[in-house]
């Protein structure tokens, strides 16, 4: 009988831990679908602002530069509910508090050189009517239980527009196009194998960088790595006279880019030294390799797949003729039933860079081909960027909210997850991506349902997990994408006649170019001047006095209540001391 009564008790506690879990699954889902209902929402707001376009009128003084403006000061709000002032100067460091914005928006942008563009200044013009969306989803939630911290929306063009605004000590050096949440969300799950050079002339200094062409390009790598998320599969590879795997954790397949392994293999990748021949045959063999072993042990987003290939050289082992490499390189490429494996972007790095064979392998597979004679960190990582413009230009539909596991936020609110969807106007045919609508969500208020770490991550990849579907692209498509450049934080077309895979295109494919609007929306009076307005930043960043807390949002609506009730007993007091007594 005890036998028996045991076997029923653990019987009754499994059905017991189940029903919990299906009920934490359960809210859990509920909770993330609201702020996925957020960021529809979102979505249709910029497709809106969009779609009138050239009937947009812009007033530029209704959207501030978040390091430049006197508004700051002025209609700021004391919190202590998105992190302290990230000020260093004297005073501010013990600021418990911070300055925000409730009524609109602040605008950031990658670099100076961007900031007056017509194409970023177009977009902040048309995006400019989310400050509504934005403070109706602040005043409907309840702050506490939604966890919601910031919303923003970045552009193609590397604008971002951020809700609350708050003061930055820089706002042109932020690129949100190279964050994880960016790229995931335009791309979708994918795998990705980088394989690097690492023969004896990456050792080469360029007069113009403190670095060889071995440290950019790490650096390069190392940027490219972070823009990845656990979504993601990937692996490096470092060749020379032979090529071998980067490898984390004895494992010689892709691994699920989680923010510790990302850690841990661009510790690998700093380990790298030059030495050695250059063997191109090795190298994209053991990158199929990769690709292919993961398959088989199901280790592997089961999504879009891409090599990106960087080189300061030719090939002086393993098979050098480019048609007999070019020709090997399809054959690894190719699946049983005749389609590409994957995707193939080559770089070549330096100004002294071999061209025609790295060229021609993107040519013949399909790819982008980059020549990178601006040599420098910021520049490589730009160019490397190709590959995520590739898929968001060539994506097919909407795409689906994607969510990253929880980080801390670069701003300041703490520990974080960001749920992001990519807009595309699906009017204009082929459609055109927009950028990323998104939301920061606070992870305490996920611990709430569930402070299971392990069961959170799960949830957020399944509701994460659809691939980005890639239309088959038209020569003249991919000929446009390869006259893009990418430099300072901008985005530009140009007709470089080394660029074209097939120099007859030329003529027939025309580059797009910025559409002018009639009504001169993008007044740039602002844009111009705004740098030159000077606000103190520990003014504009921290509340009161600097070792005093201000009071919560809900603090201070509950004093405001108590204020109103005093206020309105008063007043009964007096009409009723006024009605009774004689006059």
Known sequence: MAARGSYVFVVFAMVVSITVEGTIDEELSRFLGEKEELLRTLEQDVLVGYQRKCGTQCNFDRNIYACSSPVLEEESVCSQDYGVSISTDAGC?????????????????????????????????????LDNSFRENWMSMDKEESGVKWQFFASQSGMYRMFPGVAQERCHDYDPRLRAWYVSATTGPKDVVIVIDSSDSMDFRPSTSPLTLMGLTKEAVTSVL????????????????????????????LIRATRDNIQALTQEVRRVEPNGHTNFEAAFRTAFDILRRSEVVSRTAGCNKMVLFMTDGEPTRGEREPEQLTQIISSLNQREDGSKFASIFTYSVGELADTTITKKIACNEGGVWSEVEMVGTASLAEQLSQYFDYYGTLREGQGQVIWTEPYMDAFGAGEVITGAKAVYNTTTVPQTLLGVVGIDVAISATEKITTDKQDLLDT???????????????ECELEQLRQKVYEQ??????????KWCDPSLAQECTLPVAEQCDNQYQQYSNCRNHSTEKVDYVAASCCSRYDEPCPSFTTRISSSLQLLSISVAALLSFLYVNMILPS
């Open 93 to 129: 460091t013990t600021c418990s508090n911070r300055k925000l914005s409730m009524s609109r928006s602040y605008v950031r942008t990658p670099s100076r050189e961007a900031t007056c563009t017509d194409a970023l200044n177009m977009d902040i013009c048309l995006s400019q009517g």
């Open 226 to 253: 972070w823009t990845l998320t656990h979504l993601d599969y990937v692996a490096v590879v470092s060749f020379a006279t032979l090529a071998q795997q980067l490898t984390i954790q004895n494992k010689n397949t």
């Open 460 to 474: 957020l990849r399944s509701r994460s997990s659809s691939c980005a579907d890639i239309r088959e692209s038209s």
């Open 489 to 498: 934080g901008t985005i530009r077309y140009e007709n470089n006649s080394a």
